[in-house]
């Protein structure tokens, strides 16, 4: 999908041209659109694809006038009843008067700055819009952060009540989002200090503070990031041991149980023998069952002093 946009007296408008100033916004686009782009507006076709690999990382590339960012984002993708993170790459591409952005979905950035949701937004400054998409990113890593902390917490005291799997199931898919976005802002950190000592894109006075915040956010996401894995593996840890125990206690206390029942199956099996026996007058029985269940009682008492109940 290919959208043209262009800021027209502060407001975002889309349009059909491709001139200078405008925004070129492809979200999942087809081996067609992408050579359309690259032949119209000449742009390394290599380029245009980078983004499209999941795998691919964050960098910046410099080729015959035309800079390549790639940085990763974040984004939420629904799985029972949870929310999954993971992370995705986005290239910037700024070639001649124009730039150029490529992403796999539409995401949260994008939709960000084409509803007007971002304050002075223009098109036609690029090296301000570069940083702004960084710093939306950056704020948006912190917010799943803290949204993560929130179902940790939410899940935690649930495994409180349930013991089960199925919540350190849920905790280690929050520990692998985690683990997403700790790569992806270690790899973004290394983008912006190569933005802060190189000059890739034009530095202009005004928007040096912007660059240093955006900088600073995402080393706090990266802090954040590093402290709720500590405490989510710990977390798991922990209860993982407390499950344990517990199937320990459970098993000991039936095998104990099994122990004490199968006293009265030996005694009977014992007399139940088709040989003389003792104790075969009229009261046997009950000489026999109050017997068993004295040594049952016996046994019992003993298990328990052994803490085996």
Same mark, same amino acid.
């Given at each position: 999908?290919?959208?043209?946009?262009?800021?027209?007296?502060?407001?975002?408008?889309?349009?059909?041209?491709?001139?200078?100033?405008?925004?070129?916004?492809?979200?999942?686009?087809?081996?067609?659109?992408?050579?359309?782009?690259?032949?119209?507006?000449?742009?390394?076709?290599?380029?245009?694809?980078?983004?499209?690999?999941?795998?691919?990382?964050?960098?910046?590339?410099?080729?015959?006038?035309?800079?390549?960012?790639?940085?990763?984002?974040?984004?939420?993708?629904?799985?029972?009843?949870?929310?999954?993170?993971? &992370?995705?790459?986005?290239?910037?591409?700024?070639?001649?008067?124009?730039?150029?952005?490529?992403?796999?979905?539409?995401?949260?950035?994008?939709?960000?700055?084409?509803?007007?949701?971002?304050?002075?937004?223009?098109?036609?400054?690029?090296?301000?819009?570069?940083?702004?998409?960084?710093?939306?990113?950056?704020?948006?890593?912190?917010?799943?952060?803290?949204?993560?902390?929130?179902?940790?917490?939410?899940?935690?005291?649930?495994?409180?009540?349930?013991?089960?799997?199925?919540?350190?199931?849920?905790?280690?898919?929050?520990?692998?989002?985690?683990?997403?976005?700790?790569?992806?802002?270690?790899?973004?950190?290394?983008?912006?200090?190569?933005?802060?000592?190189?000059?890739?894109?034009?530095?202009?006075?005004?928007?040096?503070?912007?660059?240093?915040?955006?900088?600073?956010?995402?080393?706090?996401?990266?802090?954040?990031?590093?402290?709720?894995?500590?405490?989510?593996?710990?977390?798991?840890?922990?209860?993982?041991?407390?499950?344990?125990?517990?199937?320990?206690?459970?098993?000991?206390?039936?095998?104990?149980? &099994?122990?004490?029942?199968?006293?009265?199956?030996?005694?009977?099996?014992?007399?139940?023998?088709?040989?003389?026996?003792?104790?075969?007058?009229?009261?046997?029985?009950?000489?026999?069952?109050?017997?068993?269940?004295?040594?049952?009682?016996?046994?019992?008492?003993?298990?328990?002093?052994?803490?085996?109940?």
């Amino acid at each position: 999908m290919i959208e043209i946009f262009k800021s027209v007296n502060n407001e975002l408008i889309r349009t059909e041209t491709f001139e200078d100033g405008v925004w070129v916004n492809l979200v999942n686009p087809s081996e067609d659109e992408i050579k359309y782009v690259s032949n119209v507006l000449c742009v390394e076709i290599d380029f245009l694809r980078a983004a499209l690999d999941e795998e691919e990382r964050a960098r910046i590339e410099t080729d015959d006038g035309q800079t390549l960012i790639i940085f990763d984002i974040p984004i939420v993708e629904n799985e029972s009843k949870i929310n999954v993170y993971t &992370t995705i790459p986005l290239a910037i591409i700024i070639v001649n008067h124009i730039i150029i952005t490529v992403c796999l979905k539409e995401n949260f950035l994008l939709s960000d700055f084409i509803e007007n949701k971002v304050k002075g937004f223009i098109t036609q400054y690029r090296t301000r819009f570069v940083l702004q998409m960084l710093y939306k990113n950056a704020t948006r890593y912190l917010q799943y952060l803290r949204d993560i902390e929130k179902t940790s917490n939410k899940i935690e005291q649930d495994l409180y009540k349930s013991m089960k799997n199925k919540e350190l199931i849920q905790m280690l898919k929050l520990e692998k989002s985690l683990v997403y976005f700790s790569t992806s802002l270690k790899s973004n950190e290394i983008v912006l200090e190569k933005l802060m000592r190189h000059e890739y894109i034009k530095n202009y006075p005004e928007d040096a503070e912007l660059l240093e915040d955006v900088i600073i956010e995402n080393k706090q996401a990266i802090e954040m990031a590093n402290i709720y894995s500590s405490i989510l593996t710990g977390t798991m840890d922990a209860f993982a041991s407390v499950i344990s125990n517990n199937l320990n206690i459970v098993m000991k206390f039936l095998t104990s149980i &099994t122990i004490v029942m199968a006293i009265p199956t030996l005694v009977s099996s014992f007399f139940g023998m088709n040989v003389d026996l003792p104790l075969t007058g009229p009261h046997s029985f009950w000489i026999i069952m109050v017997m068993a269940f004295s040594i049952c009682l016996i046994t019992g008492f003993v298990l328990y002093k052994k803490k085996m109940f």
